[in-house]
């Protein structure tokens, strides 16, 4: 699965859009894109994943670039309860190297301010 | 539907102790998987399965067994508990391993080994 880079922390001011941008420079063409976010203590939760589309769905927005080398994850409306480490997570979806296996990095904080 | 469910959600051990703790999901997926997160690591794989009579390990399987006789349970079982076991466990499913479904993941074990 390929690597991913994402700024250890963000700010974000309450109602505004908050942008989460993540690098995958080495994505391979039958590897997805995917985004989870884990609110403290809780356990992660699936937000919204891509190959090489823009997505849309109730939660947020993923834009990810051309070449596929990295993408953007849009909360368009932020709020206090989005406070949370956000996980940007390359994985194969199908095929001999996919073995469900999500590898966590270190992830991006995002603090939403009033 | 209930999601997926952990319990215990905190357990105090000594070491030495062995103890199970139980994952289980209403929502009929096929895979399943356990994870462990300890301060500043992030999330690693311990055991996963595929499917009922089918298990394999992670990246971080040595202390702990699994099994799968159902599909809908995939209990963790450490055999000799150690203080590096202290962590927070999460369980997760999915409902295929292959293409491009979302983990839905438990609200963890908080496991303490003294």
């Known amino acids: 699965d390929a690597k991913t880079t994402q700024p250890p922390s963000m700010d974000c001011a309450e109602g505004r859009a908050a942008n989460l941008p993540c690098n995958h420079s080495?994505?391979?063409?039958?590897?997805?894109v995917y985004w989870y976010r884990q609110i403290h203590s809780q356990g992660p939760q699936y937000i919204i994943h891509g190959l090489k589309n823009n997505e849309t769905n109730e939660m947020a927005s993923l834009i990810i670039t051309e070449d596929r080398k990295s993408s953007t994850l849009i909360l368009p409306h932020a709020t206090l309860r989005d406070t949370a480490v956000y996980y940007c997570i390359v994985k194969a979806a199908h095929g001999s190297s996919n073995t469900g296996k999500l590898i966590f990095g270190q992830g991006t904080t995002l603090q939403v301010k009033p | 539907n209930a999601g997926v469910t952990q319990t215990p959600k905190f357990q105090v051990l000594k070491t030495g102790q062995s103890m199970t703790l139980q994952c289980a999901q209403d929502?009929?997926?096929?895979?399943m998987s356990w994870y462990r997160q300890d301060p500043g690591m992030g999330l690693r794989l311990i055991h996963y399965s595929v499917g009922a009579g089918i298990t394999d390990q992670g990246e971080v399987p040595n202390g702990y067994n699994v099994s799968r006789s159902t599909t809908e349970d995939f209990p963790l079982r450490l055999l000799s508990a150690a203080p590096s076991q202290t962590s927070v466990y999460f369980c997760a499913s999915s409902y295929s391993y292959q293409y491009s479904y979302e983990q839905y993941f438990g609200p963890g074990t908080r496991l303490t080994v003294t």
């Open positions: 080495t994505i391979s063409g039958n590897e997805y």
């Open positions: 929502m009929n997926h096929e895979y």
